[in-house]
């Protein structure tokens, strides 16, 4: 949106109007890790309570997003915010057997792989 | 008792340094978060009879962090480890290990002995009280005899 009118010009109000896009959306960090028989994914979700993570996995894309609650230091007044994440997973992840869990501001998801693709050890026999 | 004018110019000072702050978090809040950004984010609030200060300290608990108050200045500070677990490869590690130290001249006396501060969730909030010569009071006008 655009206005004719230089900031020394423009109605004070005009800074009082709502917002007509979304709640802000932040990038938390993250770290992903693997070993042979799961992905974890460690995401940083301060501020968001358990009942704010909202976690999807489809189509192989894994959809973190934590909604949060802050205050604004500024107009005191109540700021919701989501951290929002995604990854394309590889194949060979148990869809059904993903856990999540958070802890201290850390959201904490763990991708166990199939059966299949975990390596085996083989015991060799002694002929 | 009335503030000398030093008083007040430092204290305005102080808040112009916060609200600087402030809209620097606050824009990190609309950034893509690839940009390097202070650890922890802190804000300040004023709410006229204590300070609010808070901090995002995801992956801290109550004994990670450490708050000292000495006469008018506020320091927190504590570590956290993010470390690689045994065994485990790395494709991302982007939540660094950080160990932090931040000072801050509070604007008004506070009562050393009303201070409190929790971490709940990630988030390290820290309130001091004012003093009782810092707290607002409203002053009654009477309205003059005719």
């Known amino acids: ?127 | 008792m009335w503030t000398r004018y030093s008083d007040v110019d430092g204290a305005l000072a102080w808040m112009d340094e916060v609200r600087r702050r402030m809209d620097r978090v606050f824009e990190g809040m609309d950034g893509d978060g690839q940009e390097p950004q202070e650890w922890p984010r802190i804000t300040l609030r004023d709410v006229g009879n204590a300070f609010i200060v808070r901090a995002m300290v995801p992956g801290l608990s109550e004994k990670d962090v450490k708050v000292m108050l000495n006469q008018d200045v506020l320091t927190l500070s504590g570590e956290r480890k993010a470390e690689v677990p045994p065994g485990y490869s790395v494709h991302r590690h982007e939540r660094a290990s950080q160990r932090f130290s931040r000072s801050f001249a509070l604007p008004a006396k506070v009562d050393p002995e009303a201070v409190t501060a929790t971490v709940i969730n990630g988030v390290l909030d820290v309130t001091l009280q004012k003093a009782r010569e810092s707290q607002p009071r409203q002053i009654n006008v009477r309205a003059a005899e005719a």
């Open chain 1, 1 to 127: 949106m655009t206005t004719t009118n230089s900031p020394s010009t423009r109605n004070p109000a005009e800074d009082s109007a709502e917002r007509i896009q979304q709640r802000q959306t932040l990038t938390p960090a993250v770290d992903v890790f693997e070993n042979a028989e799961e992905l974890l994914i460690l995401a940083d979700f301060p501020a968001v309570k358990q009942e704010g993570v909202d976690i999807r996995f489809e189509k192989n894309t894994l959809n973190l997003r934590g909604t949060a609650q802050t205050v604004h230091p500024r107009t005191g007044a109540e700021v919701t915010f989501d951290w929002v994440r995604s990854f394309a997973i590889p194949g060979g992840v148990n869809a059904e057997k993903i856990t999540a869990e958070l802890k201290h501001g850390v959201l904490r998801v763990t991708l166990p792989k199939h059966d299949s693709v975990r390596p085996r050890q083989i015991t060799v026999r002694a002929g």
